[in-house]
């Protein structure tokens, strides 16, 4: 079951901070974040893992709720080159298989 | 480290054809992926290789679509005959162990017509 992301899209000053919000309806064992920019590849931002261990960019900041199926990712003092498309990425703890949800798109303004 | 290779990077192919994509994932990644990306959506899983074995292939359309990872390490997606619904980004990924962040290739961006 693909997971529900929120909002569709963003637009921001520099400088603002945004929420990504990632919801699930399965247990899940983590929580992946992948930012794509146009007609690029996602890139690996942070993972998130049941029992609380993360990893990732320094810059990034993100958390993930086990009893409620549901991560948000935190993007602070926001720049230009946080524009692109943010997919966050789930693994049931049944299947193991990393299902992405639909995207939120970021358009960051000078 | 070198990143994950994929080719060709564009394809353009007539419905009825066939046409094939090959990955080169990063070096000591077991766990290899190829994703389909229509416009506006997050990628979708088309099959997962452990080593040179098949993990999941629920989402591969296996009447037109097939994949192979010889020797575990490069792999090769096909798909006979093509349709217009095919249309797509295909992506590859690569992780050391499965359930681990993934790494993605360019990507090949095909154009059915």
């Known amino acids: 079951q693909q997971p529900v992301q929120s909002p569709q899209a963003v637009i921001l000053r520099e400088g603002e901070d945004a929420v990504i919000n990632c919801s699930s309806s399965?247990?899940?064992?983590?929580v992946h974040w992948y930012r794509q920019k146009h007609g690029e590849a996602p890139v690996f931002l942070m993972i998130?893992?049941?029992?609380?261990e993360q990893k990732g960019h320094e810059k990034i900041s993100a958390s993930f709720n086990e009893k409620k199926q549901q991560s948000s990712l935190y993007l602070t003092a926001s720049q230009l080159s946080y524009s692109g498309t943010y997919f966050c990425?789930?693994?049931?703890?049944?299947?193991?298989?990393?299902?992405f949800g639909q995207g939120t798109t970021l358009q960051v303004k000078p | 480290e070198a990143g994950v290779a994929q080719s060709p990077r564009y394809k353009i192919i007539e419905k009825r054809q066939s046409v094939a994509f090959w990955c080169n994932p990063i070096?000591?990644?077991?766990?290899l992926y190829w994703y389909q990306q229509i416009l506006g959506q997050g990628p979708k899983l088309l099959i997962q290789?452990?080593?040179?074995?098949?993990?999941?292939d629920s989402q591969l359309p296996k009447d037109r679509f097939s994949a192979e990872r010889l020797k575990g390490v490069d792999s090769t997606l096909k798909i006979q005959p093509a349709k217009l619904e095919d249309s797509a980004v295909y992506l590859c990924?690569?992780?050391?162990?499965?359930?681990?962040?993934?790494?993605f290739g360019p990507g090949t961006r095909l154009t059915v017509t």
């Open positions: 998130l893992l049941k029992g609380g």
């Open positions: 070096s000591g990644h077991a766990t």
């Open positions: 990924a690569s992780s050391y162990k499965s359930r681990d962040e993934q790494y």
């Open positions: 399965k247990a899940l064992y983590s």
């Open positions: 290789f452990q080593n040179n074995g098949v993990v999941d």
């Open positions: 990425g789930t693994v049931s703890s049944n299947t193991g298989k990393l299902i």
